[in-house]
């Protein structure tokens, strides 16, 4: 029996969140426990699980792994989703760390006062716009490709449909100039695993919880 990878962090989305989203799509199942004592934490690092004291935090394969990306670059690897060959993944990685920025953005602007909240959200979607989206749309236009990377589908789908969904939970109009990422959007989301892991239920976590 295999056992299933196990998710250590806070009830929210955080840095865990694009984790889940590479499980699920990968049609894998996990556990998760949540940290909402100091208590609970402090034990993670006297346990000495915690390499630098952080989390997110994966218990997957015999292995105790932290830092986000070295988790998201195994899991893509493991799961096929990474490309054929080096030109292909540092592709992936260069698509997938730009997104991983955008989201970060969203993230950190949870944790701002609420005066300046509004006006910084503002700006993250107007970022996305000029300067993520324009990227992913000419990429999808240039290579005429359903997919980002080798016509296949890969971690970088993945993680463009996630910062998608995220911004639109901002400004819900924000792929009208953007037809191709809007028809990838439709498309991406109909895949079946990712279908399963968009239903309400699912470990996939909302908005309000950062
Ligand atoms: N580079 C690390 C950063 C991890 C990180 O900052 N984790 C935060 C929670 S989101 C944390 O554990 N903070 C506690 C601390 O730094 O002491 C990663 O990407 O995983």
């Known amino acids: 029996m295999t056992t299933k990878p ?4 806070f009830r929210g989305r955080g840095r865990m969140e694009s984790i889940r989203w590479l499980l699920a799509a990968a049609g894998v199942e996990f556990e998760e426990e949540f940290i909402e004592t ?25 292995m105790v792994l932290t830092q986000t990306r070295a988790i998201l670059s195994y899991l893509a690897a ?22 991983l920025d955008l989201m970060m953005m969203i993230a950190l602007a949870a944790f701002k006062p609420p005066e300046e909240k509004e006006e910084n959200l503002t700006l993250i979607v107007k970022k996305a716009k000029t ?29 463009l449909l996630e910062v998608i969904l995220m911004v639109e ?5 924000v ?36």
Request: net charge neutral.
């Open 6 to 9: 196990k998710l250590c962090y």
């Open 38 to 62: 100091r208590e609970q934490y402090e034990k993670l690092q006297k346990e000495g699980l915690l390499l630098f004291g952080q989390v997110p935090m994966v218990e997957i394969d015999g």
């Open 78 to 99: 493991k799961y096929d989703s990474y490309g054929k060959d080096l030109k292909e993944t540092v592709r992936i990685n260069m698509y997938a760390d730009g997104t």
């Open 131 to 159: 300067r993520y989206f324009p990227v992913f749309e000419k990429i999808l236009n240039d290579r005429g490709e359903d997919f980002l990377v080798g016509n296949k589908f890969s971690w970088a789908d993945i993680q």
């Open 169 to 173: 939970e901002l400004d819900a109009s």
């Open 175 to 210: 792929l009208a100039d953007f037809p191709l990422l809007k028809a990838f959007e439709a498309r991406i989301s109909n895949i079946p695993t990712i279908r399963k892991f968009l239903q309400p239920g699912s470990p996939r976590k909302s908005i309000l919880q950062f």
